[in-house]
Each structure stands twice: as structure tokens, then as C-alpha cells.
């Protein structure tokens, strides 16, 4: 006699490998119903166009050519993630001149031929009429997960340091942690493969070990914007709250591209005080031909505007004030009393500074290595051990893990990923034209009324 506990393991064994077409369609079980928990596997049928959380319309025809998939058994989706340094950067390494590379083969066989299929992909617009905008860059450069987590993995320090935040009433020593707070996530999110734009709409919601909630939401397609909102643990009971604006611009004839999630970053304690960050720019080198290279760019600010405290980092400081180090990867900076001046254009190295008013202290470090404020270690890569995000078992209907083409991709079936991602980038398009006629038709409508 078959025992639940058995089935379950068939159904994990089932969604396990469906990368096989055949594979798959052998396993093929008739399912039209919503599933209980939102994480039934065999949602997979060539009677059920779309699966039941699909973010295509309802009214979507089956296609062969990209049958919807199993979901991700939960049991899946909750191990452990990696949490060592050798782990987290897997497939990169520092090369001779000290800086990170990729030399993952995987990686470096998929990103070949990347320019000509995008001019491929370009003439096929043109001659079907889809125009330029049509194009859909190839999966085998992606990873299975959306940018909301990769958005997330930043933040993988928040209950080593927030925590610690919350519990003192020393603004100067929170300015310190919540600096350090940010620069120990930065190699986080050095990841040679790209994760999925969100779609409008689309959710994650997860937690820490430590009790920390996490709500996040794509909340705009043009320009592409993700809020977020995260609350510590009882213990130490801060909101963390931001937006995040994906913004990409290319260089070098294509070659680099730097990477800004622009917005700020809030940071409110239980006594009232607030700190806020933005972010550095992340630049990648080599998207079409050389050494693929990943390096961090411009100025880190955090800032506490009751109090006049600021911190600035640069990344590529244009001179060495604090000290004389050769790691490409150095960074220095100060926190100091801001005398409340705007600046008229951002400063490169700390003398340029014009907003300084008294200086508190020096930080310096590597963002691959450690950090040092007033020469006290704050972080170190080796000891510090990041949190990593845990998704409910029950979300929303919106969560990003009922993604088609995130899920074909988690299988490795290239072929049904690349068909769902086009779908769904259609879909958007489609919505967004919808969004525009209903604003038009909208304001055609509107009467005003003379209070006269």
C-alpha cells in the first residue's frame, strides 16, 4: 500500500527532471483544478493551456512548442543556500591582476555567439514587423531567478548588522554598522549570469532564520522599479524600505555594462531615526568578446540627514588618501558632519568632498576581502557569515516561482524557456498598450468643472 508520504517523494522524483520531452510526456497527469499549497507538481497537461497562477491570459491557446510546466516542489525550493565564499562565487575567480573573472565553462560556451544572434534576432523583427523592441535575449545567458532575489542577495547581511543597529542609541556607531551593511553584500550579487526581469506585478515574499520578514513587488515596467519592504525580528523591530530602479547603460561598443539599482534605501529605527543609502554602480566587462570581468564602480553614500552624518565610499577612488593599496578591488572613504551643502556634481576621491564639514573617521577595504572603519574590522568575507533569503510555502499567486519560463529554465529545457520568456514578454507589451489606451481614453473623459 502506497503511503502519502511515498507519493510525495514520486511527485519531487516526477517534477525533478521533466528537462526531457519525453521524459515529460510520459509523466503527463491531467490536471485543470488549483492546487491546495500553490506547489503541485503535476500541473503539466496538454489539455491545460496555461498553469493556474500563469501570468499569460487565461484564454492562451496550448502550444506543443511550449507546454506549461511542473511547478517546483517546495522541498526544492527551500534548500539551504550557499553561505561560503567559494560557494557564492562559483565559476568566478581572481585573476592575475586581481580582479574578479569568470571562469565558469559553462557560462563562457553559452555566451558565445551572443552578438550574432542578437543581429539575427534584429532581422527577424524587421521582416515579421515586430520592430527592434520584438527582441528577446537568449536564455542560456540567464539564470532560473528573478532579479527580485538577486535584489535580495544584497541585503543577505541585514540581521548580522541591522540587528545590531536597532539594539544601540549611538547614531555615529549606526551610521558604522549600516555601512557596513552594505558594502558586506556587494559580493553577493557578482553573478556572471542574468537573472529574469520581473514582470509587472510579480511578488516574492520571503523571511530569515532570524525571524526577518520580506516582502517584495515590481511595481513598474517602464522604467523597470521594484519595491521592497523588510521587518526585523521582535528583537530588534526596524522597517528597511526602498525602491529599486534597474538602471543599465553600455559602453566600449557593447563590450561593458554598468549596472545601478537606483533609489533609496531606508533604514527606520524604533526611536525615530532614519538612514539611508544608495547604491554604487556594479560593471560588467566583456558581454561580447574578452576576459568576462566584474568590477564595482562610483560612490556608495549613506546618510543620516537629522543628525548631519554622511558617509562616502568610492569604489575607484581617483586618489589613495586613506592608504597606498593595489587592490583593484580597494575602496576608501569617511564619515563625517556634513555642513548640509547639496553637491553640484558627485566627488571621486575624498578631498573633493564639498560638503565636509568635520571629519569623524576613515574607512577603507576590498569588497571581495574586508572593511575598516577608524582601522577596526567590521567585516571580513572569511567570518562573516551571510543570511540567505527563505520563501514561504504559501505565497501569493503572483510569486515569482510560477514563472514558466523561470521554471523551464530551473529544468534545464532551454528550448520551453526561451518559447515562455517571448510569451510573456508579450503579454507585457500588450498589457502596457492596454495601460496606455485606457489613460487616453481616460483623460478624453475627464470634465472640468469651473468652481466659478
Known amino acids: 500500500m502506497q503511503t502519502e508520504e511515498d507519493a510525495e517523494d514520486k511527485d519531487d522524483r516526477r517534477a525533478s527532471n521533466p528537462k526531457d520531452d519525453n521524459t515529460v510526456s510520459e509523466e503527463i497527469k491531467e490536471v485543470g483544478v488549483v492546487p491546495l499549497d500553490g506547489n503541485d507538481p503535476l500541473i503539466y497537461s496538454k489539455q491545460v493551456s496555461t498553469p493556474p497562477y500563469s501570468f499569460l491570459d487565461e484564454d492562451a491557446k496550448y502550444n506543443e512548442n511550449s507546454p506549461p510546466p511542473c511547478y517546483i516542489p517546495y522541498a526544492t525550493l527551500s534548500k539551504p543556500k550557499a553561505t561560503v565564499k567559494l560557494d557564492i562565487l562559483k565559476g568566478?575567480?581572481?585573476?592575475?591582476?586581481?580582479?574578479?573573472?569568470?571562469?565558469d565553462?559553462?557560462?563562457?560556451?553559452?555566451?558565445?555567439?551572443?552578438?550574432?544572434?542578437?543581429?539575427?534576432?534584429?532581422?527577424?523583427?524587421?521582416?515579421?514587423?515586430?520592430?527592434?523592441?520584438?527582441?528577446?535575449?537568449?536564455?542560456?545567458?540567464?539564470?532560473?531567478?528573478?532579479?527580485?532575489?538577486?535584489?535580495?542577495?544584497?541585503?543577505?547581511?541585514?540581521?548580522?548588522?541591522?540587528?545590531r543597529a536597532c539594539k544601540t542609541r549611538d547614531s555615529v556607531e549606526r551610521m558604522k554598522l549600516v555601512t557596513a551593511f552594505v558594502v558586506s553584500g556587494m559580493y553577493m550579487r557578482a553573478n556572471p549570469f542574468k537573472p529574469f526581469n520581473p514582470i509587472l506585478g510579480e511578488t516574492l515574499e520571503g523571511k530569515y532564520s532570524d525571524g526577518t520578514k520580506?516582502?517584495?513587488?515590481?511595481t513598474s515596467h517602464h522604467p523597470p522599479i521594484s519595491n521592497y519592504l523588510i521587518e526585523g525580528p521582535k528583537d530588534a523591530p526596524y522597517t528597511f524600505h526602498g525602491n529599486n530602479e534597474f538602471v543599465g547603460n553600455i559602453k566600449s561598443r557593447g563590450n561593458i555594462l554598468n549596472i545601478l539599482?537606483?533609489?533609496?534605501?531606508?533604514?527606520?529605527?524604533?526611536?525615530?531615526?532614519?538612514?539611508?543609502f544608495y547604491n554604487h554602480t556594479n560593471k560588467v566587462k566583456g558581454l561580447l568578446s574578452g576576459a568576462k570581468l566584474i568590477s564595482m564602480d562610483s560612490i556608495l553614500t549613506v546618510v543620516n540627514e537629522e543628525k548631519g552624518l554622511k558617509t562616502a565610499i568610492f569604489m575607484e577612488p581617483k586618489a589613495k588618501e586613506v592608504q597606498d593599496d593595489e587592490d583593484p578591488n580597494y575602496f576608501e572613504g569617511v564619515l563625517y558632519y556634513s555642513d548640509g551643502t547639496p553637491w553640484k556634481k558627485d566627488p571621486d576621491m575624498i578631498s573633493k568632498i564639498s560638503d565636509l564639514d568635520e571629519e569623524i573617521c576613515t574607512i577603507h577595504g576590498s569588497w571581495l576581502d574586508y572593511l575598516k572603519i577608524d582601522e577596526e574590522d567590521y567585516w571580513d568575507i572569511d567570518t562573516k557569515t551571510p543570511s540567505r533569503v527563505q520563501f514561504l510555502k504559501k505565497s501569493l499567486p503572483s510569486d515569482h516561482r510560477y514563472r514558466e519560463d523561470l521554471i523551464w529554465l530551473f529544468y534545464e529545457n532551454e528550448k520551453y524557456?526561451?518559447?515562455?520568456?517571448?510569451?510573456?514578454?508579450?503579454?507585457?507589451?500588450?498589457e502596457k498598450k492596454n495601460r496606455k489606451t485606457a489613460e487616453n481614453k481616460r483623460k478624453k473623459n475627464i470634465k472640468f468643472v469651473s468652481k466659478f
Not at 568566478?92 to 571562469?103: P, S, V
Not at 534584429?122 to 528577446?136: D, E, L, M, P, Q
Not at 520580506?214 to 515590481?218: G, T
Open 92 to 103: 568566478l575567480e581572481i585573476n592575475d591582476k586581481g580582479i574578479l573573472q569568470c571562469t
Open 105 to 163: 565553462p559553462q557560462m563562457l560556451e553559452k555566451s558565445k555567439g551572443i552578438l550574432t544572434y542578437v543581429i539575427k534576432e534584429i532581422a527577424k523583427c524587421i521582416f515579421t514587423g515586430r520592430g527592434v523592441v520584438g527582441i528577446s535575449l537568449p536564455v542560456r545567458i540567464f539564470e532560473p531567478r528573478s532579479a527580485l532575489e538577486r535584489v535580495l542577495d544584497g541585503f543577505s547581511f541585514a540581521p548580522e548588522y541591522l540587528n
Open 214 to 218: 520580506i516582502y517584495m513587488e515590481h
Open 261 to 276: 539599482f537606483k533609489g533609496p534605501n531606508t533604514i527606520t529605527f524604533p526611536d525615530g531615526e532614519e538612514i539611508t
Open 417 to 430: 524557456a526561451q518559447e515562455w520568456k517571448t510569451k510573456l514578454e508579450v503579454q507585457q507589451r500588450k
